[in-house]
């Protein structure tokens, strides 16, 4: 693999070196002194930065433990110690400014080498905890902004609602809502913080949208100009939400889990009146107890009255079955860890997800309620939804690219179509893998009425591969994939850092493909939307207000969940 094909800059720094094994000289046994300033500038950075990957209580999932000090038993009966503390300031400091080839980024274009060396001496104090969030906190921080008494009766605008993209303008704390036949921005409205995700009601009518803070808003599409209805507050760092979608509970209920505390809860769907709150601290697959096993991906089962919950460190993918709150059912399959993103397979029947610290994909089968199937896959899958097609020699597949490794994964899932019984002997099985010019993919996406599979690599260290996205052709995986070089088409000028190209995702036709174009603080990001049989540029969707985009979601395609 080429050095393009790790996603750390520092091909110097080895991985276990961050373990502060055998190899530290600095054995301090005190952290380095910090000012009160310091501790609490440094818990903010920790908090945006380092926490989705290592933890809020540094115990690690996909980064490493940074406690001070830890010390596990291994299977042989023998100890391993480590711990910030034997790592030392220096080191610290080197492995936050270059990362690592554990798969670190570095943050020497983020951090000044101040706020590196404060952050390296902050991973060597203990870490503080932060306050538990209860139901009550939840109910005190609800704001019902438009009853449902007050609410239009029908739709008060001409929009094609089926074709709105709900875009994450990241760093702006604000999500556009833009027309999908018109390429216009319909309106910015503000959400929470670093906001991560949007979904659909199952109606169709409302946007549900969640910050890295826990704020999770309802927005109406319904009026003449789309508006916030209702807003809440999950916890302090959450990543996913999803409503009730069976039929008879649409939009009944909604579900979001939070990193902190680790816990989902549930919400009234219309209103988001807090009704109950579930942690998930408990047993890892392991048999340990875990402190702080946090929400991963969220999806709400079409067929069944249940979500699928992933929790992160425990590596169980629960079953929460919404029809009786009172008695409320949840059925834990175990899994593999650390639990991330993941999607349906083509039937609906199986949810897979990414344990990507095992580099393996968890199958649930929905309609058993079991554990389908555990895969081995390459270095740290990373499917976002993950997509769907027929592969010409394999039959049904679905498909997760690599943080960590330089290929797109297909794997062959069941199907109860006679026409597919024959790829059976496939099933639960990587059949292809799909060559990228390096790691560092983040998502992956196709579409039904389309014969091509797009594929980002917007965490790859060199600008080149980061700025492109990659189209192969599905009547042909032999051959190369077209490259797509999104910062070019965009026709901006070249920025300070990389613009990251990132999440392709397809109009409701299936006829086009939106690319952000993640730009760094300084520079002009912009949303680049090609022709998906042509590959030329279609239009480019770019003004001040368009800060960082990053997620789109188009309504048709995520509220069915086509990918
Ligand atoms: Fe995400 C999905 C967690 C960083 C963009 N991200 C998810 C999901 C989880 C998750 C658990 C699945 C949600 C679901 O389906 O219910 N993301 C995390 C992190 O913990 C992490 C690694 C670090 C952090 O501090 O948050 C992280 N994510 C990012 C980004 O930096 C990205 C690239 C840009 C951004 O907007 O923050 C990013 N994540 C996304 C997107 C999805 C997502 C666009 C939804 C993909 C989809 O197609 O559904």
């Given amino acids: 693999m080429t050095i393009a094909g790790k996603i750390s800059k520092a091909g110097f720094i ?37 926490a989705g990957c290592h933890g809020v209580l540094r115990k690690g999932a996909t980064g490493k433990n940074l406690e001070p000090n830890w010390s596990i038993t291994q299977p042989d009966g023998s100890k391993l110690e480590g711990g910030t503390l034997r790592l030392g300031t220096k080191r610290l400091e080197n492995i936050i400014a270059y990362g690592t080839e554990g798969g670190m980024v570095n943050y020497d274009d983020i951090l000044t080498p101040e706020e590196i060396n404060m952050m390296a001496r902050y991973l060597q104090h203990e870490p503080p905890i932060p306050p538990e969030f209860s139901l009550q906190d939840m109910k005190d921080s609800w704001n019902l902004i438009v009853p449902l008494s007050e609410r239009v009766t029908k739709q008060m605008n001409k929009i094609n609602l089926k074709n709105v ?26 959400s929470g913080y670093a906001v991560h995700i949007s979904r659909f009601s199952a109606s169709g009518r409302y946007v549900y949208t969640t910050g890295r803070d826990g704020l999770t808003t309802i927005i109406d599409l319904w009026p003449e100009e789309p508006m916030t209805v209702a807003t809440v507050r999950f916890g302090s760092d959450m990543r996913s939400v999803d409503v009730s979608k069976y039929k008879g509970y649409e939009d009944k209920y909604l579900i979001g889990g939070t990193y902190w505390p680790p816990q989902y809860s549930i919400v009234d769907g219309l209103t988001l009146e807090p009704i109950k709150v579930v942690s998930t601290r408990g047993q890892t697959v392991d048999g340990e107890y875990h402190p702080e096993p946090r929400v991963a991906s969220i999806v709400a089962n079409p067929l069944k009255p249940e979500w699928v919950v992933s929790v992160k460190e425990t590596g169980q993918i629960l079953l929460v079955d919404y029809t009786d709150l009172d008695n409320l059912k949840s059925t834990a399959i175990a899994s593999s860890k650390f639990l991330h993103d993941g999607g349906w397979d083509a039937s609906h029947r199986y949810f897979l997800v990414a344990a990507n610290a095992s580099n393996q994909v968890a199958a649930v089968d929905t309609k058993t309620g079991k554990l389908a199937a555990i ?57 292809q893998e799909l060559k ?14 389309s014969k091509n599979f797009w594929a980002d690599a917007p965490m790859n260290p060199e600008r080149e591969i980061a700025e492109s996205v990659y189209v192969f052709d599905l009547n042909d995986l032999s051959k190369e994939p077209r490259v797509l070089n999104v910062g070019k088409d965009s026709g901006l000028p070249e920025g300070k850092a990389i613009r990251r190209a990132v999440q392709p995702e397809y109009n409701q036709a299936g006829d086009e493909v939106w690319i952000s174009l993640w730009g760094g603080k300084a520079d002009q990001s912009a949303i680049v939307i090609y022709d998906d049989k042509t590959l030329k540029v279609k239009s480019v969707i770019t003004s001040p207000e368009i800060i960082t985009p990053t997620g789109k979601f188009n309504l048709y395609n995520t509220m069915f969940d086509v990918y």
């Fill in 165 to 190: 993209f709900a875009v994450t303008l990241r760093d702006a704390g604000k999500l556009a809502l833009i027309d999908g036949d018109t390429h216009k921005v319909w309106k910015i409205l503000e």
């Fill in 14 to 50: 080895a991985a276990f070196s961050l373990l502060g094994l055998a190899v530290s000289q600095a054995n301090a046994s005190t952290a380095p002194a910090m000012t009160d300033a310091e501790k609490e500038a440094a818990k903010l950075i920790y908090f945006e930065r380092c």
């Fill in 436 to 449: 990228m010019p390096g790691a560092g993919n983040l998502f992956v996406k196709t579409h039904p009425k």
């Fill in 375 to 431: 895969v081995d896959t390459a270095k740290i899958p990373h499917p976002g939804r993950g997509a769907n097609f027929t592969h010409p020699e394999f039959g049904p597949v679905w498909s997760t690219g690599h943080l960590g490794d330089d290929v797109v994964s297909l794997i062959s899932t069941p199907s109860e179509e006679k026409k597919n019984a024959k790829y059976k002997k496939h099933n639960w099985k990587v059949v």
